[in-house]
């Protein structure tokens, strides 16, 4: 069961030759997320064979151009493609303001329904839920209203073991509330319990993403024991004064709420260019928490199942 994470871009505020601004796609279940989309987003789709159709759902962190200024050439393109489906779009209000701007250029607007969801950024909210998962927005600490999101698998159904419900002649119609918990009555009344018939799940699995801000414990609980973090890491902790001024976190300062937070696994973006090379900051990382890597446009992160 697919849980995975595409990176499309890790620079931040400036593109390299090499990294483009932010954007990720996560796949959950099949269902496809796309996580800020700045400039080259459609570019690195493309390259990536994401289909944009897939895509019905799209996350705005905040309003700083690198994490938002291609979505406007991505609702232009989903229009020439004869796009039908809903896209749905979730950010600050501001940026409802900027899409209705835009849309009102075209000749005759938009041949698909674009329904907008206004974030609070002040509190963590239930954004998302389907009969598979929840996102939920994660309040940050920057210069602007800003937000991470929480990705989260809901509970399993319990494993069916096949045998036993073969053995007993149990029905088909009875399987899925067995499946959700249910005991098993037979024709002649004996009680067969639900631990008789079915085995535990599978954990379910999660990821958090959190975009620009200061170093900020009071997302620990949040993200607490999360299986892959995705954290900026825009400085090396020797501009730890000039990360706070700007409203940005240094490698070693991500590594630390991984720690607190007991999480999977840590990945790194949003590097600033003034770096040639980032073995500095993956080194001040890993030195308290090893488990790190640093993100590369068009690697994928598959979140295993826990066995």
Do not use: W
Not at 53 to 67: E, K, Q, W
């Amino acid at each position: 069961m697919t849980f995975s994470v595409t990176i499309l871009g890790s620079s931040s505020a400036l593109p390299t030759p090499n990294r483009f601004s932010t954007a990720q796609v996560i796949n959950l279940l099949e269902r496809f997320f796309l996580v800020d989309c700045g400039e080259g987003t459609q570019i690195q789709l493309r390259r990536y064979k994401i289909k944009y159709a897939r895509i019905h759902h799209v996350f705005i962190s905040h309003l700083h151009g690198d994490h938002f200024l291609g979505i406007f050439g991505f609702i232009s393109s989903q229009n020439l493609l004869g796009r039908k489906n809903t896209l749905h779009i979730y950010g600050p209000q501001k940026l409802k303001e900027l899409i209705d701007q835009f849309i009102s250029t075209f000749d005759k607007g938009i041949a698909y329904e674009l329904i907008f969801h206004s974030l609070s950024y002040k509190t963590t909210e239930l954004i998302y839920e389907d009969d598979k998962l929840t996102i939920k927005s994660i309040p940050l600490r920057h210069r602007i209203p800003t937000c991470g999101f929480l990705f989260e698998e809901k509970p399993r159904l319990r494993h069916i073991k096949g045998e036993v419900i073969q053995e007993l002649g149990i029905p088909v119609k009875n399987i899925l509330s067995i499946k959700q918990g249910a005991d098993y009555i037979s024709n002649d009344g004996k009680i067969y319990t639900n631990d008789k018939l079915t085995s535990d799940p599978l954990p379910s699995r999660s990821y958090a993403f959190i975009s620009d801000t200061a170093k900020k414990p009071g997302i620990i609980p949040i993200i607490n024991g999360v299986d892959l973090l995705y954290h900026e890491a825009t400085f090396a902790d020797e501009k730890k004064k000039r990360a706070k001024e700007t409203g940005h976190s240094t490698s070693r300062q991500a590594a630390e709420i991984a720690q607190a937070a007991g999480v999977g696994k840590l990945i790194l973006g949003h590097f600033s260019h003034r770096y040639k090379t980032l073995d500095g900051l993956l080194n001040e990382a890993k030195e308290v928490f090893p488990n790190t890597e640093l993100v590369y446009d068009g690697v994928v992160y598959n979140i295993p199942d826990k066995k």
